[in-house]
């Protein structure tokens, strides 16, 4: 079946723009995970959704940066006034909540580069 | 912080088991152990998790010691598409999110 996909694969902006990415999750899967990775660094939570109610939000680096799934389905992670420092990867997950050991699907991630 | 401590790299002989270590010295009694690896350019991969007990399926095994202190992740016959970033990582069963290390990336050669 489909897994998690994501679009665009990759983002060239100027600084200062502003970022859209999408995360299509596997179809009924509940919690959707955001990630950031730097380069040549391990994935680094950002925030969580549960069908549409975001419960974690802590790692969200700045208030330049809000995610969203309005209707418990595909997210957007956006990046306002983007720098140079949010350049890396995104990477969304998904999975099915079971007893706290459901395993979570990544997909390939979104390759931002901030000139 | 990650709660486990990996070797920054490895190398591997095609054809040969390849073991990775794994310390996760602070371990609690709710917390599992996650093995999740990511091949260049690609997100991580969920390989095989455990509480206490060994674990094995077609991907590989897993052993984790007595005591939870340490564990190891076993491909029993590496191949070159098993060249990748391995991460071990402890999970408390009421979090949902996923903490990474810096992982063990591994070579499998020729």
């Known amino acids: 079946g489909a897994g998690v996909s994501q679009s665009p694969r990759y983002k060239v902006a100027k600084r200062g723009q502003d970022v859209a990415l999408r995360c299509d999750p596997i179809?009924?899967?509940?919690?959707l995970f955001w990630y950031q990775q730097a380069l040549g660094q391990g994935p680094e939570f950002l925030t969580y959704?549960?069908?549409?109610?975001?419960?974690?939000k802590s790692g969200l680096p700045s208030d330049r940066f809000f995610a969203e799934r309005p209707e418990g389905s595909v997210s957007t992670l956006k990046i306002q006034r983007t720098q140079q420092e949010d350049s890396a990867v995104y990477l969304c997950?998904?999975?099915?909540?079971?007893?706290?050991?459901?395993?979570?699907?990544f997909g390939p991630g979104t390759r931002l580069t901030v000139l | 912080d990650a709660k486990t401590t990996q070797p920054p790299s490895m190398d591997c002989a095609e054809g040969r088991a390849a073991n990775l270590p794994c310390n996760h010295s602070?371990?609690?009694?709710?917390?599992?152990v996650y093995w999740y690896r990511q091949i260049h350019s690609q997100g991580p991969q969920y390989i095989i998790h455990?509480?206490?007990n060994n674990e094995t399926n077609e991907m590989a095994s897993l052993i984790i010691t007595e005591d939870r202190k340490s564990s190891t992740l076993i491909l029993p016959h590496a191949t070159l598409r098993d060249t990748a970033v391995y991460y071990c990582?402890?999970?408390?069963?009421?979090?949902?999110?996923?903490?990474f290390g810096t992982g063990t990336r591994l070579q499998v050669f020729p």
């Open positions: 997950a998904s999975s099915f909540p079971g007893q706290g050991t459901d395993t979570q699907y």
């Open positions: 179809s009924g899967h509940v919690s």
């Open positions: 959704f549960q069908n549409e109610a975001q419960l974690d």
């Open positions: 602070t371990i609690s009694g709710n917390e599992y």
């Open positions: 455990g509480l206490k």
């Open positions: 990582i402890v999970r408390d069963i009421n979090t949902d999110k996923l903490i």
